[in-house]
């Protein structure tokens, strides 16, 4: 299950956001997701987001979420912080 949820993981932020990563951020992504290397895949897309100040929806972030949680990732959770959007209160 924990494969499951890495994996399909890695593989919609590739999909998700592929435009959003340069040629080589792309290429090095895809290499990792071929190898079922999907940490760096993961790690790989959310540098590039954070980099260009983009965030990711809701569902995407609790699915983040749930992945670090189950790894306890917790060097990683200042890129998750950068992807989340800012909420502001109606």
């Known amino acids: ?6 994996s399909d993981l890695a593989w919609h932020l590739a999909q ?6 340069s040629e080589i951020e792309c290429h090095t992504v895809f290499i990792h997701l071929g190898i079922e290397d999907y940490v760096p895949a993961i ?3 959310l540098t590039a987001l954070a980099a260009h ?11 983040l979420h749930s992945w670090m949680g189950l790894y306890h990732w917790h060097t990683h959770r200042d890129l998750v912080d950068r992807v989340t959007p800012i909420r502001v209160d109606a």
């Open 53 to 63: 100040r983009q965030s990711v929806p809701e569902g995407t972030l609790q699915q």
């Open 16 to 21: 998700q956001y592929r435009h959003e990563l």
């Open 1 to 6: 299950m924990v494969r499951t949820l890495e």
């Open 43 to 45: 790690i790989g897309v």
